[in-house]
């Protein structure tokens, strides 16, 4: 084990010490490759040591400018001192109960925020009933899983309709959700039945969805969900085209169907709402979040209307979801969302998105960005004008060569999920080094 000085502070900018990777990162990543499973998908040789805000410092004291947040997870920034000492004090009560068999506080007390901040019909019944009910799990994809037993568990129907491009895990009700890439479905086959797929975000889909597979081969009396990401998030962070969202709620509400929104990417704060599908004031029926709801602390959640959860005690249940301390940090970091970090990701990514389209203006090699908050992205084009996802992956490398952490998502996409906590100066040396690249 490597011993870090973890009271020098970070830089705030980028500063490389060593040629990439340096030699300790090497000889982990050696050791890895001998004993990890080679099914991680591990884009550039980063060997993180600690992290604080939007910068993290790897294990040659190389520090990197972090615009991925650890897949869109550390909402708050890196060890935010907040959510650290509500760790830090939870843990010293309790590590472990289980909430599946015991009670205890702080995964009530996170339930009800969750709850009373639900984009879901306020209750009209008395004060006490808040607007919807909570399951914790421990991952997206497990949010995911619960979502379909329980939109089937309710409706008494089986069949679903998710969408391509779309990304809900790779559990294998999830994975039969999910229609992103075939390398995450080869020969694992069969997964769950009754799912089928239309194209993400027009209007052109929900045709097609109503007026021929309605009509044909998919009787909407027996569809229990159609299960929707607010923003397609691994298949390209794509913002559905204006109403596809609300006439997804209203095929629901004509066929009884539930509607799911996955906010596991795009929720918790992201996009400068605490759920995404809140920019469409669309109600759904089912919300599934995790990644950024602790900040990091492995820790997922189902909301859903109340009148949904009828399911009975051991139909569905977890040992670890809802731990005490991922609950501790959930509610830390449920307040700094909201004392802030919200606003600060619509302001953030509107400087984003004015400086990417300012890079844009120069090199059209790079489209005009999309996304809301901080959950933007931008496609890479090839000298004909197509989708050019060789140069897309050579400009991430050469990103962490110079101290910037990207990741790619859709066909040639660079998204940029950063912090929360991200300033503008940093947004500008992301955008420096990025017109670098390009200039070089
Ligand atoms: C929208 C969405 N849903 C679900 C998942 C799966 O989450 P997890 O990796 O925590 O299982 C992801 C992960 O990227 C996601 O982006």
């Known amino acids: 084990m490597l011993s870090i000085p973890i009271n020098r502070p970070l830089p705030s900018e980028p500063r490389l010490v060593t040629s990439l990777p340096g030699s300790r990162a090497k000889a982990i990543i050696e050791r890895d490759r001998a004993v990890t499973s080679p099914s991680y998908t591990r884009d550039y040789p980063l060997v993180v040591a600690r992290g604080e805000g939007c910068m993290v410092e790897d294990v040659d004291g190389n520090v990197f400018l972090d615009m991925t947040a650890g897949i869109a997870v550390t909402a708050t920034g890196h060890a935010h001192p907040q959510v650290v000492r509500a760790i830090q004090e939870q843990s010293v009560l309790l590590l472990h109960m289980s909430g599946t068999d015991f009670y205890y ?21 008395g004060k006490t009933s808040l607007p919807a009910k909570v399951f914790f799990t421990n991952s997206g994809a497990e949010s995911n899983e619960g979502a379909i037993k329980l939109a089937r568990y309710y409706t008494k129907r089986s069949l679903i309709v998710a969408f391509l491009g779309a990304f809900h895990g790779r559990t294998y009700g999830a994975m039969s959700l999910t229609g992103s890439k075939t390398v995450q479905r080869a020969h694992f086959g069969p997964l769950v039945p009754g799912v089928t797929h239309i194209p993400y975000g027009t209007h052109a889909s929900l045709d097609h969805l109503e007026q021929q597979l309605f009509a044909t081969i998919l009787p909407p009396q027996e569809v229990a969900a159609i299960v929707v990401e607010p923003i397609q998030g691994e298949g390209g962070y794509i913002v559905p085209e204006d109403g596809f969202l609300q006439r997804i709620r209203e095929i629901c509400d004509r066929h009884g169907i539930l509607m799911v929104v996955d906010e596991v990417q795009a929720g918790m704060g992201r996009t400068g709402r605490l759920f995404a599908i809140e920019h469409w004031h669309v109600m759904p029926d089912i919300i599934t979040t995790a990644k950024g709801i602790a900040s990091g602390m492995p820790l997922g959640a ?16 977890t040992t670890f979801g809802g731990n005490p301390v991922a609950c501790a940090a959930g509610i830390a970091t449920l307040q700094l969302l909201e004392s802030g970090l919200m606003a600060n990701s619509t302001q953030m990514g509107e400087v984003l998105q004015a400086g990417l389209t300012q890079l844009h203006e120069r090199f059209p090699k790079i489209s005009p960005p999309r996304g809301k908050g901080l959950m933007v992205a931008v496609d890479l084009y090839d000298e004909e004008g197509n989708l050019d996802h060789k140069l897309r992956d050579r400009i991430i490398q050469e990103a962490f060569l110079r101290g910037l952490l990207l990741l790619g998502c859709g066909k040639a996409a660079i998204r940029f999920c950063p912090p929360l906590v991200i300033n503008q100066d940093q947004i500008h040396i992301a955008l420096n080094i990025l017109s670098d690249i390009f200039s070089s």
């Open 302 to 317: 189902i909301l859903s209307r109340p009148q949904l959860m009828t399911w009975p005690p051991g139909s569905h249940a």
């Open 105 to 125: 506080e702080p995964m009530v007390e996170l339930a009800e925020q969750l709850a009373v901040r639900a984009p879901f019909p306020k209750p009209q019944n």
